[in-house]
Each structure stands twice: as C-alpha cells, then as structure tokens.
C-alpha cells in the first residue's frame, strides 16, 4: 500500500510536536518504512493567539529548517490543523492555511462542540464565505460526531470530510465505533497525528489500515487512500 499522512506535527520546534531536526527525521523515516510517502505537516494554527501572518512565517521558518533533510522519496506538502475560533473570521482569507494549493482545510472545534444551533451556522458560513472544503480533524473526539452518523451524514452533504487517527484504530472499544461509520462510507481519511516518538507516535500506521482491511474490507482502504491522493493531489499541483 501506498499510504498518506494527511495530520502531522512533524515541522520542528514549531508547536507541541517535534523538538528537533534529529526527532523530526525519525518521525519520517518511521512513516517511510510503513508505506507512506505522501506526508502533509499539519502544524497547529491557534486563531486566538496568533495572527495568520505570523503563524505562517514560523511555519515556512520551521519548514526550510527541515527541508535539506527530508528523507528522499518523501513527498511533502504544508498545511495546518486550525483550531477555529470566532477571531477565524477576522481573516480576509483562508487559503495560506489550506493544504498546499487545495481548498481543503484541516479544522478542529472545542471538544464539546455539537455542531447544531449556532457551532452549526458556524461551520456553514466558513465553508459560504470562504469557499474551502473542511476536513474535521479526529473526529472520535467529539462525542457529538462519533454518537451521530446521522449528524455525520448531514455534514458530510455540505462537502464536509471527516478524518480519524490511526492509533485509535488500535483500541477495541473506538474501533466498533468506527465500524458503523466506515460502513457508511463517513471516515475519509486517517491521519498519524504523529507529535513525536512517544506521544501518538508514528510507528504503528500502517497496523491500522491492516486492521482496517482484515476488519472491514480491503476496499475500505482503497477508498481511504483514494480520498487522501485526491487531498495530496491538489494540494501538490
């Protein structure tokens, strides 16, 4: 399998994931030896406590740190996991934090949103007003989504993609959760999540897409890794 990373914390000294050049390669090597050659650096972008513009020069800083020692055969692109705040909407755009060239946009919401009522109108007028394609970042945190095909289905007419971690794949009692949602074709995308070597480490990736395939069908996977090249693709192109 060729795999895809489309959530990462891998950039170097950039928030609370890799602290170095050194632990940022063996995150990658780690990735590499698993399949995956497709890696998006999804650093976290605090709406409330950075401006767009500095949180992009710290990335871009933190990025021609690492580039020279990028693992060859690695392909790599830049993105954010963009924690949505009402100070989002100060920004006359969001497309610097889309996955590369894409309009796709890794958000995540406080753990208690219900997306219903206001958090829902929310959601709506990002995706009107700022014409990008969300991708909600591990969504087995929210317990409104993971209880609520039913609120999963809704989003997801509105373009709205959902993505999952692979370690929580790994835990029996989450992955009966996720077996509901995957038969309804609701999870898009699995990402590591990876911060470092210790913490949602990297390197049991690909014993969930095995997990996946040998639980569900091998197609399931075909199909998450088709949504994540459609992701790479634009954002790369």
Do not use: W
Not at 152 to 157: I, R, W
């Amino acid at each position: 399998m060729e795999l895809y990373d489309l959530h990462c914390h891998i950039l170097p000294e950039m928030d609370d994931g890799s602290e170095s050049v050194e632990m940022s390669v063996k995150m990658l090597n780690t990735l590499a030896e698993q399949g995956v050659r497709h890696i998006c650096f999804t650093p976290h972008y605090y709406t409330h406590k950075e401006s767009m513009e500095d949180f992009l020069e710290r990335r871009q800083s933190c990025y021609e740190i690492l580039k020279p020692h990028i693992p060859e055969g690695i392909e790599v692109c830049l993105g954010a996991e963009v924690y949505v705040t009402d100070i989002i909407m100060n920004n006359k755009s969001l497309k610097p934090v889309c996955y590369g060239n894409s309009n796709y946009i890794l958000l995540e919401f406080p753990y208690n949103t219900s997306f219903e009522g206001t958090s829902y109108d929310f959601l709506m007028r990002l995706i009107n007003l700022y014409n990008v394609r969300p991708v909600m970042a591990h969504i087995e945190r929210y317990d409104a989504m993971i209880r609520n095909p039913k609120l999963l289905e809704d989003l997801s007419g509105y373009g709205i993609k959902f993505q999952t971690n692979a370690n929580s794949y790994l835990e029996r009692s989450t992955f009966r959760k996720f077996k509901k949602l995957i038969k309804y074709g609701l999870i898009h995308y699995i990402g590591s999540d990876a911060h470092n070597l210790q913490r949602y480490q990297p390197d049991r990736y690909k014993e969930a897409f095995d997990l996946i395939a040998k639980k569900t069908s091998p197609d399931v996977v075909n199909g998450i890794i088709h949504y994540s090249k459609k992701v790479f693709d634009a954002a790369t192109n």
